[in-house]
């Protein structure tokens, strides 16, 4: 699939609301508007008086849009300079309700001064002074500052569907499925009932010292319950929910949440000139005297938030407690809502730690369906600044295989710093009646199906023990096979958790061939499900004969990918390979990793493709015996493991890749001698409201004379879909080097243009634009053009006559692209454009492609 693995769980959960009945949730709307003058009044806050974590704030013409509570409640309307307003909303009701606010007659206090225009300014703003001071002693809530310190962290993240109403829980579906509705609960932080469906608990140490840094988190007991082990997803489901619902420290200059980056309203680069500021009123939080402040983007459209900060009154400038949620107007995707709340305490040593992190989080894909509800729990405990011992740093952080990490009931009686909910508590004896009902696990294994791209080959309920696929790869086609069929398995670890199988048969209907896969892997680590598992160690043999073009070789996904099929071009100069392979993987804990491999591979060409000397001989086929050492380093990277491959979860560190492969002459039939070097650099840079830029650079050189084979070409990418590192609009084999070096760097600008563009800014669409180039050099000594007809170099390919290969100039290679993405929210549209080496056969000056993206 073109989607990212970990982006499909969530995709998959809002699609599936599609299917469940479903009632329209009554709704509270209007517009507030000023009692003298008409005039409409933005970012008033509107919330409900019991429960003040479910509200929002007016846009920029007065309108707001609030669902309407399971129980009566207060409805408050409040803004600096105004009377506060207050109705109460009948359970159910939906009404649309216009409010005209009353200025103030009298003077405020010093804090609570009223402006006199309602443009907002910075200058001589109480606010905006307050808000300096409260930036300015943040170091003070620093846990960093001190030489050492540790904690206990218990955390929970609840997944279901939220807005459950009495229409549905009367409803025929659930009438099959009378289990389910005694799982419905009431949820305080959403005034709505709610069906819980799985949850993930992890109980887990952190300790830091601060010379030489140095910081790890220990997980001491995880627990799974629910949906999420009906689908045996593993740690995938709890990964992904952690990476795109972090935790959150206000405290930091950005915030990491939904795979973004938000300016923080305690940002000390640009809070300030970010956020718009008011003190809203003085009151008692828990004992302590505070003032409360209240806060939202400048533009409501950028990735920023609004919320209220209830600061100490006492001097400190410290925070007591935070509301966090996302603007009404925001341009985060499938958010319909989103509340972080955040308690602050200080302990008997004086220093202000985070004791509470609560967030709700309602997703949705359309807004008539139900939304999901995700609910993440997160409790402080224990904190302690003695010294650590040393030999505590040097420790792994998760434990190792056979280690027991799932703990019972009894280690989370003493570990739980939270109750869980009825529905929380019932849900292993909701698994078990669920899977006991007839066809339901048929469901769970279509389900499944779709969302890992393979087909389990045992009923449901039962251990698999061979999957079937990709299932993507099952028809595509090219120009040698025409149409071509493939079937793929391979073997897991419920049938051997060290010996791994996997292979395919392929049979192309234009050549006739069967083309074929087969490999056997032994990993010296015992494995749950799958060799990929972090970290591996283990070595495998394989035996594969099939047929491809040089710039397939290059693709980050499998060349039969039936969406990579379509091409911009015919690819009709390919070859036959025959290879042997030997292959030991060796994976360290800080994620250095050694590869180390021999090859022995034949090459036959097809096509239109064919080797001969400049001497005039015709050559059938090249044969090379090698030997590759590959080490790579991804400090901090964070992977999910499918049934297909790894998929990054974190993108915020480098990454780190450098090969070398040796070629030997005589050696089993080897025709050449070569040597050939490729160092890589990935990293990604957040330029918080501004987006974010990705950085790929390449650099390699083949040292001996070869010929063109084994020379560099560039990554090619001849396909309508984008690919992440290739080129666009370089042919196949256009370009023949022995040194390269290439530069692709994208900028994700995430709406910040289109944001203030009045008929674009209502799309939420967002630009991406992109520069990529190649520089490369040949020398002499491969450049058949220089050599004599004596030379055994291969001539450079060529179609009727006419050369398909060149040497490069002195200028390098260049490409831009400029794309919109967020289109119907899934979909990216790039323009690409070429802007030199146009004379060259078959060049194209521009183009289009696409890809299905998924972002938040």
Same mark, same amino acid.
């Not at 790894?646 to 560190?653: A, E, G, I, T």
């Given at each position: 699939?073109?989607?990212?693995?970990?982006?499909?769980?969530?995709?998959?959960?809002?699609?599936?609301?599609?299917?469940?009945?479903?009632?329209?949730?009554?709704?509270?709307?209007?517009?507030?508007?000023?009692?003298?003058?008409?005039?409409?009044?933005? *970012?008033?806050?509107?919330?409900?008086?019991?429960?003040?974590?479910?509200?929002?704030?007016?846009?920029?013409?007065?309108?707001?849009?609030?669902?309407?509570?399971?129980?009566?409640?207060?409805?408050?309307?409040?803004?600096?300079?105004?009377?506060?307003?207050?109705?109460?909303?009948?359970?159910?009701?939906?009404?649309?309700?216009?409010?005209?606010?009353?200025?103030?007659?009298?003077?405020?206090?010093?804090?609570?001064?009223?402006?006199?225009?309602?443009?907002?300014?910075?200058?001589?703003?109480?606010?905006?002074?307050?808000?300096?001071?409260?930036?300015?002693?943040?170091?003070?809530?620093?846990? &960093?500052?001190?030489?050492?310190?540790?904690?206990?962290?218990?955390?929970?993240?609840?997944?279901?569907?939220?807005?459950?109403?009495?229409? +549905?829980?009367? @409803?025929?579906?659930?009438?099959?499925?009378?289990?389910?509705?005694?799982? =419905?609960?009431?949820?305080?932080?959403?005034?709505?009932?709610?069906?819980?469906?799985?949850?993930?608990?992890?109980?887990?140490?952190?300790?830091?010292?601060?010379?030489?840094?140095?910081?790890?988190?220990?997980?001491?007991?995880?627990?799974?319950?629910?949906?999420?082990?009906?689908?045996?997803?593993?740690?995938?489901?709890?990964?992904?929910?952690? $990476?795109?619902?972090?935790?959150?420290?206000?405290?930091?200059?950005?915030?990491?949440?939904?795979? &973004?980056?938000?300016?923080?309203?305690?940002?000390?680069?640009?809070?300030?000139?970010?956020?718009?500021?008011?003190?809203?009123?003085?009151?008692?939080?828990?004992?302590?005297?505070?003032?409360?402040?209240?806060?939202?983007?400048?533009?409501?459209?950028?990735?920023?938030?609004?919320?209220?900060? %209830?600061?100490?009154?006492?001097?400190?400038?410290?925070?007591?407690?935070?509301?966090?949620?996302?603007?009404?107007? @925001?341009?985060?995707?499938?958010?319909?809502?989103?509340?972080?709340?955040?308690?602050? *305490?200080?302990?008997?040593?004086?220093?202000?730690?985070?004791?509470?992190?609560?967030?709700?989080?309602?997703?949705?894909?359309?807004?008539?369906?139900?939304?999901?509800?995700?609910? $993440?729990?997160?409790?402080?405990?224990?904190?302690?600044?003695?010294?650590?011992?040393?030999?505590?740093?040097?420790?792994?952080?998760?434990?190792?295989?056979?280690?027991?990490?799932?703990?019972?009931?009894?280690?989370?009686?003493?570990?739980?710093?939270?109750?869980?909910?009825?529905?929380?508590?019932?849900?292993?004896?909701?698994?078990?009646?669920?899977?006991?009902?007839?066809?339901?696990?048929?469901?769970?294994?279509? =389900?499944?199906? +779709?969302?890992?791209?393979?087909?389990?080959?045992?009923?449901?309920?039962?251990?698999?023990?061979?999957?079937?696929?990709?299932?993507?790869?099952?028809?595509?086609?090219? /120009?040698?096979?025409?149409?071509?069929?493939?079937?793929?398995?391979?073997?897991? !670890?419920?049938?051997?958790?060290?010996?791994?199988?996997?292979?395919? !048969?392929?049979?192309?209907?234009?050549?006739?061939? %069967?083309?074929?896969?087969?490999?056997?892997?032994?990993? /010296?680590?015992?494995?749950?499900?799958?060799?990929?598992?972090?970290? $591996?160690?283990?070595?495998?043999? *394989?035996?594969?004969?099939?047929?491809?073009?040089?710039?397939?070789?290059?693709?980050?996904?499998?060349?039969?990918?039936?969406?990579?099929?379509?091409?911009?071009?015919?690819?009709?100069?390919?070859?036959?390979?025959?290879?042997?392979?030997?292959?030991?993987?060796?994976?360290?804990?800080?994620?250095?990793?050694?590869?180390?491999?021999?090859?022995?591979?034949?090459?036959?060409?097809?096509?239109?493709?064919?080797?001969?000397?400049?001497?005039?001989?015709?050559?059938?086929?090249?044969?090379?015996?090698?030997?590759?050492?590959?080490?790579?380093?991804?400090?901090?990277?964070?992977?999910?493991?499918?049934?297909?491959?790894?998929?990054?979860?974190?993108?915020?560190?480098?990454?780190?890749?450098?090969?070398?492969?040796?070629?030997?002459?005589?050696?089993?039939?080897?025709?050449?001698? @070569?040597?050939?070097?490729?160092?890589?650099?990935?990293? &990604?840079? %957040?330029?918080?409201?501004?987006?974010?830029?990705?950085?790929?650079?390449?650099?390699?050189?083949?040292?001996?004379?070869?010929?063109?084979?084994?020379?560099?070409?560039?990554?090619?990418?001849?396909?309508?879909?984008?690919?992440?590192?290739?080129?666009?609009?370089?042919?196949?084999?256009? /370009?023949?080097?022995?040194?390269?070096?290439?530069?692709?760097?994208?900028?994700?600008?995430?709406?910040?243009?289109?944001?203030?563009?009045?008929?674009?800014?209502?799309?939420? %669409?967002?630009?991406?634009?992109?520069?990529?180039?190649?520089?490369?050099?040949?020398?002499?000594?491969?450049?058949?053009?220089?050599?004599?007809?004596?030379?055994?170099?291969?001539?450079?390919?060529?179609?009727?006559?006419?050369?398909?290969?060149?040497?490069?100039?002195?200028?390098?290679?260049?490409?831009?692209? =400029?794309?919109?993405?967020?289109?119907?929210?899934?979909?990216?549209?790039?323009?690409?454009?070429?802007?030199?080496?146009?004379?060259?056969?078959?060049?194209?000056?521009?183009?289009? &492609?696409?890809?299905?993206?998924?972002?938040?």
């Amino acid at each position: 699939m073109l989607l990212k693995l970990y982006h499909r769980y969530i995709l998959l959960f809002l699609v599936l609301m599609c299917f469940v009945p479903h009632t329209l949730k009554a709704q509270i709307r209007g517009r507030v508007t000023d009692a003298d003058t008409g005039e409409p009044i933005p *970012s008033v806050n509107v919330y409900y008086g019991k429960q003040k974590t479910v509200g929002t704030t007016t846009n920029d013409k007065g309108r707001y849009t609030l669902q309407t509570p399971d129980k009566g409640d207060t409805l408050v309307f409040s803004y600096v300079g105004y009377q506060t307003y207050k109705v109460y909303i009948k359970a159910g009701e939906k009404k649309t309700l216009n409010v005209k606010l009353q200025n103030l007659d009298k003077e405020l206090s010093e804090l609570l001064v009223k402006p006199k225009k309602r443009r907002y300014s910075r200058k001589d703003n109480p606010a905006v002074e307050l808000m300096r001071k409260v930036i300015a002693a943040k170091e003070k809530s620093d846990l &960093r500052q001190n030489d050492y310190y540790r904690y206990d962290k218990y955390q929970r993240i609840t997944f279901g569907f939220n807005n459950i109403t009495q229409h +549905f829980i009367d @409803s025929s579906f659930l009438r099959k499925y009378p289990l389910l509705v005694k799982q =419905v609960e009431f949820c305080p932080q959403t005034q709505t009932n709610i069906l819980p469906l799985t949850y993930n608990e992890t109980s887990s140490e952190h300790i830091y010292r601060k010379q030489p840094e140095a910081e790890r988190n220990f997980i001491r007991g995880t627990n799974s319950e629910g949906l999420n082990e009906l689908l045996a997803t593993g740690d995938i489901v709890n990964v992904v929910l952690q $990476r795109f619902f972090a935790d959150v420290n206000i405290y930091d200059n950005s915030i990491n949440l939904l795979e &973004r980056y938000f300016t923080s309203p305690l940002s000390s680069t640009n809070a300030i000139s970010f956020y718009q500021y008011y003190i809203m009123d003085t009151l008692d939080v828990e004992g302590d005297k505070c003032i409360e402040l209240s806060f939202i983007p400048q533009n409501p459209q950028d990735f920023g938030f609004s919320g209220r900060l %209830w600061v100490l009154d006492d001097g400190t400038y410290q925070v007591k407690r935070c509301l966090v949620n996302l603007p009404l107007r @925001s341009s985060v995707n499938f958010i319909s809502n989103l509340v972080i709340e955040q308690d602050f *305490s200080t302990l008997p040593n004086g220093q202000r730690v985070l004791v509470k992190d609560n967030m709700i989080a309602e997703l949705g894909a359309l807004k008539k369906y139900h939304n999901m509800l995700i609910k $993440r729990t997160t409790t402080y405990t224990g904190f302690d600044f003695s010294p650590i011992p040393g030999e505590r740093f040097d420790q792994r952080e998760q434990p190792r295989e056979g280690t027991p990490v799932i703990k019972d009931e009894d280690f989370w009686t003493q570990h739980r710093t939270d109750t869980l909910t009825r529905s929380e508590a019932n849900m292993s004896t909701m698994v078990r009646d669920m899977t006991r009902k007839k066809g339901f696990g048929w469901v769970i294994w279509i =389900v499944r199906a +779709f969302v890992e791209n393979y087909v389990e080959t045992s009923p449901p309920g039962k251990k698999n023990y061979v999957d079937f696929g990709p299932v993507n790869t099952v028809v595509s086609s090219n /120009f040698i096979d025409k149409v071509r069929f493939r079937a793929s398995a391979q073997t897991t !670890a419920n049938l051997s958790p060290h010996l791994f199988l996997k292979g395919y !048969a392929a049979y192309g209907v234009r050549d006739k061939k %069967w083309k074929y896969e087969g490999e056997v892997e032994y990993s /010296f680590l015992k494995k749950q499900y799958s060799p990929e598992e972090f970290p $591996r160690n283990s070595i495998a043999i *394989s035996t594969r004969y099939d047929v491809m073009a040089p710039s397939d070789a290059m693709l980050p996904t499998d060349k039969d990918n039936v969406f990579t099929s379509l091409k911009t071009q015919t690819i009709d100069q390919m070859s036959y390979f025959r290879q042997y392979n030997i292959r030991y993987v060796y994976e360290f804990d800080n994620h250095f990793g050694i590869t180390a491999q021999l090859r022995h591979i034949t090459q036959n060409p097809t096509g239109t493709l064919f080797y001969r000397t400049v001497g005039g001989q015709m050559v059938p086929e090249l044969t090379q015996s090698e030997a590759t050492l590959s080490l790579r380093y991804a400090p901090g990277e964070k992977v999910v493991v499918t049934k297909q491959r790894r998929h990054p979860v974190n993108h915020n560190y480098p990454i780190y890749t450098l090969m070398h492969t040796t070629g030997f002459k005589d050696v089993l039939g080897g025709d050449y001698a @070569s040597n050939y070097t490729e160092l890589s650099v990935t990293k &990604r840079f %957040w330029l918080n409201s501004y987006g974010r830029i990705d950085i790929y650079g390449h650099a390699g050189a083949q040292w001996n004379r070869v010929p063109f084979p084994l020379l560099i070409t560039p990554a090619a990418n001849n396909s309508y879909i984008i690919q992440r590192s290739m080129f666009n609009m370089i042919n196949n084999m256009e /370009f023949m080097n022995d040194r390269f070096v290439s530069l692709d760097v994208q900028w994700d600008l995430s709406g910040k243009l289109f944001n203030r563009i009045p008929l674009l800014k209502h799309l939420k %669409w967002r630009e991406v634009i992109g520069f990529k180039t190649l520089y490369g050099t040949l020398t002499d000594k491969n450049n058949p053009f220089k050599q004599g007809n004596q030379s055994d170099l291969f001539e450079f390919p060529s179609r009727n006559g006419q050369p398909t290969s060149f040497v490069m100039g002195d200028t390098p290679y260049m490409e831009l692209n =400029v794309g919109i993405h967020n289109i119907f929210k899934i979909l990216r549209v790039d323009y690409v454009r070429r802007l030199n080496y146009l004379n060259a056969p078959n060049a194209k000056k521009n183009g289009v &492609r696409f890809v299905l993206q998924f972002d938040f």
